[in-house]
T-cell receptor, first 114, second 113 residues
Framework: GAVVSQHPSRVICKSGTSVKIECRSLDFQATTMFWYRQFPKQSLMLMATSNEGSKATYEQGVEKDKFLINHASLTLSTLTVTSAHPEDSSFYIC??????????FGQGTRLTVV | GEDVEQSLFLSVREGDSSVINCTYTDSSSTYLYWYKQEPGAGLQLLTYIFSNMDMKQDQRLTVLLNKKDKHLSLRIADTQTGDSAIYFCAEMNYGGSQGNLIFGKGTKLSVKP
């Protein structure tokens, strides 16, 4: 299947700093990428929809100034968690669509804010 | 709003069949998916089914769809210990040119030797 590479897989940062997470589609072009957040023992919640060359669309309750999304090319989307706080600690997963129906997910990033 | 529900736990013995069930509410869903998540990892697409199909089989995996009851199931034949993971059911919600997936909370499958 198609490959979506997400980096880093784990990151620990200090409270108040910013962290950037990269999501790359390696063998297909993704005009749209989605960013999800997963709390322990819970399902994935959509945070935002990232469209190449335009501003991301954020879900209700997600702070766009805190979670900055950039989709500069058809193969790369980034999520930057700004001024991170311990409550931002979570598992973040990106996905990209190949064609219209197949969504492929990155490996996920475990963010721990201390 | 859209909702996807599935039981949280399932325990089976190695070699038995596993059946994971899911119900959804959005009758306009055209694609339904099963994903597998191993500990600390992202999601792996297992299979998906188009809503005009009743069944789809792929090796050890069989997906059954009852569109009238909005019920989806995943059957894993000859379950192995490597199948232990969390399985997510998801439906596609068309909010734009490409939809996003609405996930259930996941069913944790434990396979005992």
């Amino acid at each position: 299947g198609a490959v979506v590479s997400q980096h880093p897989s784990r990151v620990i940062c200090k409270s108040g700093t910013s962290v950037k997470i990269e999501c790359r589609s390696l063998d297909f072009q993704a005009t749209t990428m989605f960013w999800y957040r997963q709390f322990p023992k819970q399902s994935l919640m959509l945070m935002a929809t990232s469209n190449e060359g335009s501003k991301a669309t954020y879900e209700q309750g997600v702070e766009k100034d805190k979670f900055l999304i950039n989709h500069a090319s058809l193969t790369l989307s980034t999520l930057t968690v700004t001024s991170a706080h311990p409550e931002d600690s979570s598992f973040y997963i990106c996905s990209g669509y190949r064609e219209y129906t197949e969504a492929f997910f990155g490996q996920g990033t475990r963010l721990t804010v201390v | 709003g859209e909702d996807v529900e599935q039981s949280l736990f399932l325990s089976v013995r190695e070699g038995d069949s596993s059946v994971i069930n899911c119900t959804y509410t959005d009758s306009s869903s055209t694609y339904l998916y099963w994903y597998k998540q191993e500990p600390g990892a992202g999601l792996q697409l297992l299979t998906y089914i188009f809503s005009n199909m009743d069944m789809k089989q792929d090796q050890r995996l069989t997906v059954l769809l009852n569109k009238k009851d909005k019920h989806l199931s995943l059957r894993i034949a000859d379950t192995q210990t490597g199948d232990s993971a969390i399985y997510f059911c998801a439906e596609m919600n068309y909010g734009g040119s490409q939809g996003n997936l609405i996930f259930g909370k996941g069913t944790k499958l434990s396979v005992k030797p």
